[in-house]
């Protein structure tokens, strides 16, 4: 099988240094105007894997994402967006990075290349089959990632991957494969750029929906979010008055902040309005 490395193809543009600001920035935004559309185009196999994921959480599973460099930034960014945005509890959707936490700042020499890691990594997770184990390389061929998801699938622990090359190997350890092709990118080979934007994209379609699925927004309010901000309270105190009809602002604050979420807050003035 023919494994197309694409994101390590020559850039479509040359001279870069000779090129002025303005240039350099217009032909970036070029570029980067066509990554929803790659990510458009492998929708099913991004609704495949939700499906799957949703599956799991339903019964107590967790959402891991595993990665090195960028892509496992990538997937701790939106492990750790989580609990705030929809009151999750901390530890049910959990980015892993080699090298360690450490890693996250600091580059680890190597990391990346350790296949036998990623699954020690996730093991100390009591990783088990109610669990979903998400892969992020734009590579597709990072040994860290692909050793971690093949002791999963050993196990019956159900595997997604996101990549930006075709045929990737990490696409072959994958129950459901996600492989958005981004094209070569601005600076050769600099995968955070057009590869990293993917990622972001596919990973945020992944958690959002996922969240909505199980219940964490209500119309189009995140009713869960952790109130760890005055602009936040401020946020759900609104809601709060837009739900209940309350005018007063204090009163719905107060009642929010008691209940500590406003999905609470709703439902204590709703019973209190049927006593």
Not at 35 to 52: F, G, R, T
Not at 205 to 219: A, C, K, N, P
């Amino acid at each position: 099988m023919t494994r197309e490395k694409i994101t390590e193809q020559s850039s479509n543009y040359d001279h870069l240094e000779k090129m002025s600001v303005l240039e350099l920035l217009s032909s970036m935004n070029r570029e980067d105007q066509t990554v929803p559309l790659a990510v458009e185009k492998v929708i099913p196999a991004i609704e495949k894997l939700i499906e799957a994921i949703v599956e799991h959480m339903v019964v107590g599973g967790r959402l891991f994402y595993i990665g090195a460099g960028t892509s496992g930034r990538l997937g701790i960014l939106d492990a750790s967006e989580i609990p705030p945005t929809y009151g999750l509890p901390a530890g049910v959707v959990i980015g892993v990075i080699a090298g360690g936490s450490k890693a996250i700042t600091t580059p680890v020499e190597n990391a990346e290349d350790d296949d036998l890691q990623g699954w020690k990594d996730l093991e100390t997770y009591n990783i088990n089959e109610q669990d979903v184990v998400v892969g992020v390389a734009a590579s597709g061929s990072t040994p860290y990632v692909i050793g971690a998801l093949r002791e999963c699938r050993k196990r019956g622990i159900v595997t997604g991957s996101i990549t930006s090359n075709p045929n990737a190997l990490v696409s072959e350890v994958s129950d459901h494969p996600i492989e958005v092709i981004v094209g070569p990118e601005f600076v050769t080979g600099s995968t955070r750029m057009k590869s990293g934007t993917a990622q972001k994209l596919v990973l945020n379609m992944i958690s959002t929906t996922v969240m909505i699925q199980l219940g964490r927004v209500e119309g189009n309010r995140m009713v869960n979010m952790q109130l760890t901000n005055s602009k936040l309270i401020d946020r759900g105190t609104k809601m709060v008055m837009e739900q209940t009809g309350l005018k007063d602002y204090e009163q719905a604050k107060q009642l929010l902040i008691r209940n500590k979420s406003v999905k609470n807050a709703v439902i204590e003035y709703e019973n209190t309005q049927q006593s």
